[in-house]
């Protein structure tokens, strides 16, 4: 059984329709209530995940701050969220007998540009730039060092910018000539398309196969 967070988010609600497509059992969970996802309230260091985590055995963490309609967040709020709100998670699945936990963080973990004459690999050195990076690798950097303790295995995924493919005003936006980032970004689909990768990564997480006996976490990129 798997457990989505940020079930209602765009990422989410894609990866919902595959894994159902795959008739692969899971439970989502969201900040507010719905007719078919768990309540948890806001992400943060006291949130109760007793109620969602019953009989799960992979965690998909999608839910996250990374903006903030009404302004700016700061980088404290993003580490309340990020990576204090990951911690407890990983705690609490590890308490109720989950066995692996997939983070997902962002390709901004590794910087805002491509050194010149360089490409990213997974084995990239970490240069986060905005607060939102930051709290991302903080939350990385703190997984990997606690996972492990817990008898957790750790996926680690970074995507680039995503984008849900059938909001139109965003995917206009992302095609305009001023958007200069669209080669980086994830159209989140059924289906890989010429512009992104689709939900493929995010669907394959449960099934990647961590080194028996090594407490290294396994970092991909999505690509």
Request: charge should be positive; proline fraction near 6%; include cysteine.
């Amino acid at each position: 059984m798997l457990l989505v967070t940020g079930g209602n988010g765009f990422i989410a609600t894609s990866l919902r329709r595959s894994l159902t497509k795959a008739d692969v059992p899971f439970k989502l969970a969201a900040r507010q209530t719905s007719l078919d996802m768990i309540a948890v309230g806001n992400i943060a260091s006291t949130t109760d995940w007793s109620g969602a985590l019953s009989g799960v055995t992979t965690v998909i963490h999608l839910a996250g701050l990374a903006h903030r309609l009404s302004g700016p967040a700061s980088l404290e709020e993003f580490r309340s969220v990020n990576v204090d709100g990951s911690i407890n998670l990983a705690r609490q699945a590890a308490d109720a007998g989950v066995r692996r936990f997939v983070f997902v963080s962002s390709i901004g973990v590794l910087g805002q540009v491509t050194p010149v004459g360089q490409q990213l690999t997974d084995s990239s050195p970490a240069r986060p730039i905005t607060p939102y990076a930051v709290s991302k690798h903080e939350a990385e950097e703190a997984l990997k060092t606690l996972c492990p303790t817990l008898g957790l295995e750790l996926v680690i995924l970074r995507p680039p910018l995503g984008l849900w493919c059938s909001s139109t005003w965003q995917f206009r936006q992302a095609c305009s000539p001023r958007a200069k980032w669209l080669s980086a970004a994830t159209v989140i689909g059924e289906e890989p398309s010429e512009h992104g990768l689709g939900w493929r990564p995010f669907a394959r997480a449960h099934r990647l196969r961590h080194q028996r006996g090594s407490s290294e976490p396994d970092i991909r990129r999505c690509r």
